[in-house]
């Protein structure tokens, strides 16, 4: 199943011009960070799935630009049922990526994002949510069929390098999703 996400993630970059093999550690970090806060502030199971969702999004991306598309994961794997052990060893994980520049570190955090699917009780839809992020990502074109990435000027407030929303962007209906099921 990982690699399935992995595989529509590598949809994203070749449509975004995302390019393989040089892993911008920095940025992958802060889109991770900026998604790990919002799961930590979130208040209904639509805001921690869209954070799950993203991180996991993340995560697979950064497999991707690695260039492990041969990687899977069985998303019964679950290290702990404690959500605060396991955000703090996503944390810890993250860390150690941004430090050492270390796709195994992705590993980890793929299992615990995986882990709080399973703490939230969305394990058994998540390829519906993530395939329904990724329509909605994929939708960020803007009207030319181009990207548009921040050079920190389009919005200060995000990293250079990120992907922004263009006039095409549709929000994903994650909370359709979780109260049918599909």
């Not at 998604?35 to 799950?52: G, Q, S």
């Not at 990526?97 to 994002?113: E, P, Y």
């Not at 407030?157 to 929000?171: M, R």
Request: net charge negative; with cysteine.
């Amino acid at each position: 199943m990982i690699q399935d996400f992995i595989k529509k993630v590598g949809e994203f970059h070749d449509a975004f011009g995302v390019e393989r093999g040089n892993v911008d550690v920095e940025l992958r970090y802060k889109l991770f960070k900026e998604e790990f806060e919002e799961y930590k502030d979130a208040k209904t199971l639509v805001d921690k799935a869209d954070a799950i969702v993203d991180m996991l999004y993340i995560a697979c991306g950064t497999l991707d630009i690695y260039e492990r598309n041969y990687y899977d994961i069985d998303l019964k794997t679950r290290f702990s049922q404690n959500e605060k052990r396991t955000l703090e060893s996503i944390e810890f994980n993250l860390n150690r990526f941004l430090d050492n520049d270390d796709a195994s570190q992705i590993d980890g955090i793929l299992c615990d994002v995986n882990t709080l699917a399973y703490i939230n009780g969305i394990s058994d839809i998540l390829p519906q949510l993530f395939d329904e992020v990724h329509l909605s990502n994929m939708s960020k074109l803007d009207e030319n069929g181009k990207p548009i990435i921040n050079d920190g000027i389009l919005d200060p407030s995000k990293p250079i390098g990120k992907i922004l929303k263009g006039k095409n962007y549709f929000e994903p209906r994650l909370k359709e999703i979780l109260e049918n099921g599909n």
